[in-house]
Every structure is written in structure tokens, then in C-alpha cells.
């Protein structure tokens, strides 16, 4: 992180020596205010009477999210602050409240020479145009997309991108950590990124490589093409390792072993959208994670784990990213554009274990500055199988005020 602020200071400086333009400045925000409830999995193997998860039962928050900017011609400086304050009920814990506040993304920008910008500070290194997952993202496998509540932080990290053209542009970036919330074991810790982005009018691709200390090199790639007005095809693969790695082998009698880092694995996605005259939009996804488990691992995953509170503990500590191998995800969407509100339906059927989950947002706008909105997860199969081995169904009402 030293490096980090040191190389912010020194981009500051420069950038002010030699920069006679006048400075724009501006800010917006949304508070939040939302009410959660969640009918936990009962028969939870992973979770026995909550032990482990701790999960809430129900919950209220708020939370503000802002978006500071300053600018010239040559230098951008930008800032996302977050506060939350909430407070739920663990069954069988009682009742917990959490207060955070923090930077969930930073950058100053400097545009140091034709073609070349240099940043440093915390972003959100993610792409692809995929929904469910992105397996060509060293950092953001799950990419959020799937969970339009959530909030991604940003990366500690300086990058240099080079832009010789409207088609063409290479990055280069040192990850100082993972931001916020960092862990001890930090995998992504003095890590380095280079991508490289081609694009037309009507087709784009990139190729990643990314490189950890301890751990094998990954690399990624890409691509989408405009088929027509309404019809776009997409694609993403990556091929990496995954730290730490919990094996299960088909056997229900071997015990759980863990490695360091697992053998290498590809996961890629194919997918497909088509864009109705209105606006609306409808996605379909198929995606293959080869560090997934077999339905029989999975079997014996869950057999494993409900032999003790020590196994179940430990298969939800190191539980894989997710547990099967293949998946369909299928997102139906209005028009993001519609200024008077928004609904997504999302279905995801794993071709592992033969689980669903059904989920859906809507928001309607009440006034100029006031939304309302809804989110619902519905989980479909019983206690060992992956989507509802934790909670049964869930849902969060609430508001959004836009600022200022």
C-alpha cells in the first residue's frame, strides 16, 4: 500500500507543476434504505443450526454510497465512500449490529503523454460481458452481475494503460492487495495484470495475464460479436489455479484433503442475447468451471461434511467457488434506459446436482429523487444440493434517494 500512496503522491505533484487549466468538480450519491428477510436451510449439512454461517434471519440497513470527482484537462481525481450501518437476528446467536465505513474505490488519473494514462488507487478490475460468472477475470469470478444490491471494491493497485488507437489499447497493472477487507493471505498480494483490448465496429476481444506470487500464472481471453441489430454472441475462458483447494474425492470414506494450490483447470462460458424492439432484453449462458466437483464428489461432499460439526465447518470454509461443474443461467431484463423503473428475472439450473434458483429485482420510481425496489432469491432442491443448502428463499424491500 506504501507503494501505492507514494506513486499517488508523485503523479499529484507532477501533474500540479505543470498544469495551468481550470478544475471541475462534482459529486452524487444514493442512500439506501432497505429491510431483509431470510428462511435459512432448517436441514443445513454445511450449517447445522446456523453454527457456522451465521447467517441473519432478518436484517435492516443503511447505506450511502457516494461518487466524488475532480478534474482538469490532464488529471482526474475520483473517489467512492461507503457507509453502512445495519443491524439483524442470528437465530440462535441473538442480535448483531455492524457500522463500516471505507473507500470502496479511489483513483487519481493522470494523462501523461499522448496515448498514455497512468493511475494509481482502488479499481474494480473486471470485464467481460458475461452475467453469471467471468472466468476470463483473475479477480472477480463472481462478477456481481448476478446481484444488482451488491457493491464490488476496487483493487489496490497502479496501472498504465497505452491507447494508440480507437481499436486498441494495453494495460499493465501492479496489485498492491485486495483493498478493502484484504485477508492475511492475500493471494492477490504484489500481483501483476497485462491486457491487451481489440475492438471494431461490431466485435471485441481481449487477452489477460495474470501473475501471483506462490501461485501458477493466469491467463484469459474475451470476445464478443454484434450479429445484428438485436442478436449478440459472447464468450469467456480462463485458465488458472484456485487457492486454497478443498478436494472431495467420490468416496464418502476418504476424508477431505486440501492443497495449497489445485492442478490447473479451464472455465469458459458461452452465451447469447437478443435485444426486443422495446428495449428489452433476454441472455442465455452455459457455463463449465473445471475446478467444480462431479455429482458424485458432490454427493460425497455433502456425505463427508454431515459426518461431523468439524467436516461441515471446514467444507463450508473451503467451499469451492461454486460446487458443480456446469451450469445454465438465463436473465430477462427490461430496458435499462426506461426512466420509470427497471425488473430483471434471473433462472440458474445447475446440470451438476440439478438444483435451480429462480431470483428477480424490480424498482419503480416514486418521485424526481425517490425509488423503491425489491429483490427475491427463490432456491429450488433440498439440503444437499447447492443452491438451497443454506437458506430456503429470501427477500429485501426498500428505498433509494438519489443525491443531492
Known amino acids: ?91 440462535n446467536d ?14 487519481i488519473r493522470l494523462r501523461a503523454a499522448e496515448a498514455w494514462n497512468v493511475a494509481v488507487g482502488r479499481d474494480v478490475l473486471n470485464w467481460g460481458p458475461a452475467q453469471f460468472r467471468s472466468p476470463s477475470s483473475p479477480y472477480y469470478f463472481d462478477n456481481g452481475r448476478s446481484d444488482p444490491m451488491r457493491e464490488l471494491s476496487g483493487m489496490d493497485s497502479a496501472k498504465a494503460s497505452w491507447t494508440p488507437d480507437r481499436h486498441s489499447a494495453l494495460t499493465m497493472a501492479y496489485v498492491a ?29 481481449a487477452l489477460i495475464a495474470a501473475d501471483a506470487p506462490g501461485r501458477p500464472a493466469f491467463y484469459g481471453a474475451f470476445g464478443q ?63 463449465h468451471d473445471g475446478h467444480g466437483y462431479t455429482s458424485a464428489q458432490e454427493d460425497a461432499y455433502f456425505a463427508r461434511a454431515a459426518t461431523s460439526p468439524a467436516n461441515a465447518g471446514l467444507a463450508l470454509g473451503l467451499q469451492p467457488r461454486l460446487l458443480g461443474r456446469n451450469y445454465l443461467h438465463v436473465v430477462w431484463q427490461s430496458n435499462v434506459m426506461d426512466e420509470q423503473g427497471f425488473w430483471r428475472l434471473m433462472y440458474t439450473h445447475s446440470l451438476t446436482d440439478h438444483g435451480d434458483e429462480l431470483s428477480a429485482y424490480a424498482e419503480t420510481v416514486l418521485t424526481h429523487r425517490i425509488t423503491a425496489f425489491v429483490t427475491a432469491a427463490l432456491p429450488h432442491g433440498n439440503a444437499r444440493q447447492e443452491f438451497a443448502s443454506l437458506y430456503r428463499n429470501s427477500v429485501t424491500i426498500g428505498l433509494k434517494f438519489a443525491l443531492p
Open 225 to 287: 460479436f454484434t450479429l445484428s441489430d438485436a442478436v449478440m454472441l459472447y464468450g469467456e475462458i480462463g485458465s488458472s489455479s484456485v487457492s486454497p483447494n478443498l478436494e472431495s474425492s467420490s468416496d464418502p470414506s476418504v476424508p477431505f484433503t486440501t492443497k495449497k494450490n489445485s492442478p490447473r483447470e479451464t472455465t469458459g462460458l458461452v452465451g447469447a442475447s437478443y435485444t426486443f424492439e422495446d428495449g428489452s432484453s433476454l441472455a442465455g449462458e452455459y457455463l
Open 94 to 107: 441473538g442480535g448483531e449490529t455492524k457500522d463500516d465505513a471505507y473507500l470502496s474505490q479511489w483513483q
Open 1 to 91: 500500500m506504501a507503494f501505492v500512496v507514494g506513486a499517488a503522491v508523485s503523479l499529484t505533484a507532477t501533474a500540479q507543476a505543470g498544469e495551468s487549466s481550470k478544475w471541475k468538480a462534482g459529486w452524487d450519491g444514493t442512500l439506501y434504505g432497505y429491510a431483509s428477510a431470510m428462511r435459512l436451510q432448517p436441514d443445513s449439512v454445511l450449517n447445522p443450526d446456523n453454527q457456522f454461517a451465521r447467517m441473519a434471519d432478518r436484517s435492516a440497513t443503511a447505506e450511502l454510497r457516494l461518487n466524488l470527482k475532480a478534474e482538469n484537462e490532464n488529471l482526474r481525481l475520483t473517489a467512492r465512500p461507503i457507509l453502512l450501518a445495519s443491524t439483524g437476528h442470528i437465530p
Open 177 to 205: 492487495n485486495s483493498g478493502h477487507d484484504a485477508p492475511a493471505d492475500d493471494l492477490w498480494k504484489n500481483s501483476w495484470l497485462v491486457k491487451f483490448d481489440q475492438r471494431g465496429d461490431e466485435w471485441a476481444y
